[in-house]
């Protein structure tokens, strides 16, 4: 039975209109919610630590593969269960060989250390010694901050504490064969959480959903098994986390204390009041026609031609591609926008396509991209409503395998599939034949000023979509990346160390 019956079944028993023999009532999940607080402890706060690997969400080498994976060599968790605070320090480096997919590159060890108390979520500074890490003193993070938070309630004692304050229900299920009793409450924040318990009183499963550009309402699916007895408390050794279907962690636990002194987590000073910057939009002319659309962290491209406009990315979220759409309206009155080209899957190049789906836009994309857009967008998106939900209508598709034009006799929009790309199989580029700018996605990032050289996996990706427009015969003076700034095709190869002699200008 799937959760959305079982919720149904339950909500129809409340309305009296049901019933249904396998269904406990209120009263019930209070003795179920205790019996597993006395079995497996009630500790104020948990510390657990062990190795594994993690998955990128939505960062996938192709969009039916598993996300892309890293090792978790170092994991330590603290959370505080009485003041709603957690510190996630995780030490990471690439599989070997590297797992092919998305996720900015990095060698060596990344450690991050990821921080949550209340509303308030940021990230630890990192010392010198961390090469290739993340994150700044108290670096916030409000964009992190609900799912930081409800991660908290998703762990075993942590899902008991927020059952036992919320209004919970109790069912009968089972979860692989065993029976179960569901327990199901909302959070404080909106969230359904709901847990399997098994008849060793041991929570088994957790379920939540966060709200996603991509996927609508995402399922959170975090089974525990291999219960261990740590001084008294019960934990598992075995977490796997998937979220969107695929693994996101799994953590193979070695050890866990309850009650540790000092979990008091301080907010950090400048992270607090901090909230998720608002859109910005800088429209920048890189020939007649044609605009770099940067200001934030993801760009997007702006091509004029006679009877319409054409944009090329849209990144992020619904509020990105308002922000760029609004701009592209100041930039081209009196002309639709009458195409989206996506470069590829990954969700931060294609959270914002469905807002221009709601605007009548049609979206050009490789032909293997297509399927997924259409199963994922049909999910709800009730927990973040957007354009697209609020005003449903059947996106529309120019798929192409290797290449394809755009084209009006006075502007061309050249497209191209690359081959050989480790960091997304389907990765497509733009190419203006004359204007002679390439527009490409996170195989290339012009480096800023004083910026570190690029990690052998980054020049791997550089060097293949140079490979590319050698094959491809394309004459490149600029490049519009989708993250950075305009330059010339030349920064590119001096920093692979290739010569102007090439096909390439
Ligand atoms: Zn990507």
Not at 145 to 171: D, V, Y
Not at 293 to 310: R, W
Not at 428 to 435: A, N
Request: net charge negative; glycine share 10%; aromatic share 8%.
């Amino acid at each position: 039975m799937s959760r959305e019956t079982r919720v149904f079944s339950m909500s129809a028993l409340a309305l009296g209109l049901v019933f249904a023999s396998g269904v406990a009532s209120a009263q019930d999940a209070k003795t179920v919610i205790q019996n597993a607080q006395q079995a497996m402890g009630k500790p104020n706060n948990i510390q657990y630590s062990g190795t594994g690997t993690a998955g990128g969400v939505g960062q996938n080498w192709n969009p039916n593969v598993p996300w892309h994976k890293t090792a978790v060599t170092k994991y330590t968790r603290i959370i505080d269960y009485a003041n709603g605070s957690s510190t996630e320090d995780m030490t990471r480096t690439q599989e070997n060989p590297p797992d092919k997919g998305g996720e900015a590159p990095f060698a060596g060890e990344q450690h991050v250390v990821a921080m949550v108390s209340g509303d308030t979520a940021w990230n630890r500074i990192q010392v010198a010694a961390d090469v290739g890490s993340v994150g700044a003193l108290g670096n916030p993070q409000p964009a992190a901050a609900e799912e930081r938070q409800l991660q908290i309630w998703l762990t075993p004692h942590g899902f008991l504490r927020a059952a036992a304050q919320g209004k919970a229900t109790a069912s009968e299920g089972t979860d692989g064969g065993k029976k179960v009793i569901i327990i199901t409450f909302m959070d404080s924040n909106g969230h359904k959480i709901v847990g399997d318990i098994d008849d060793q009183n041991m929570v088994t499963k957790v379920s939540s959903w966060l709200p996603n550009p991509v996927l609508g309402d995402m399922l959170v699916e975090t089974t525990f098994t291999d219960y261990k007895d740590f001084g008294g408390v019960k934990f598992p050794t075995h977490i796997l986390q998937k979220e969107g279907g695929w693994p996101n962690l799994d953590l193979t636990v070695t050890d866990a204390k309850a009650n540790i002194p000092n979990a008091f987590l301080q907010v950090a000073a400048n992270a607090m009041g901090e909230g998720v910057p608002p859109v910005n939009v800088v429209a920048q002319k890189m020939a007649d026609g044609v605009w770099f659309l940067g200001g934030g962290t993801h760009n997007s491209v702006l091509i004029e031609f006679k009877d319409y406009v054409a944009v090329v990315e849209a990144p992020l979220n619904d509020a990105r591609s308002q922000g760029v759409m609004d701009q592209v309206k100041m930039l081209v009155p009196n002309k639709p926008i009458k195409y989206v080209f996506n470069t590829h899957h990954h969700f931060d190049h294609s959270g914002g396509l469905r807002a221009y789906v709601a605007a009548g836009a049609t979206i050009i994309t490789n032909e293997g991209n297509k399927a997924f857009y259409e199963t994922a967008w049909k999910a709800p998106h009730t927990l973040q409503p957007d354009m697209l939900s609020q005003n449903p209508k059947p996106a529309t598709f120019i798929t192409f395998k290797d290449k394809y034009v755009l084209s009006d006799g006075t502007r061309t929009l050249e497209i191209y599939k690359l081959q050989g790309d480790n960091h997304n199989e389907l990765m497509s580029i733009g190419y203006l034949p004359k204007e002679k700018i390439l527009i490409e996605a996170d195989d290339f990032t012009p480096p800023a000023e004083g910026a570190p050289p690029l990690v052998p996996m980054a020049m791997g990706f550089a060097n293949n979509l140079y490979d590319n427009l050698q094959r491809l015969k394309l004459q490149v003076d600029m490049i519009a990346p989708l993250h950075g700034n305009p330059a010339p095709i030349s920064t590119m190869l001096k920093v692979l160390g290739k010569t102007q002699a090439a096909a390439l200008r």
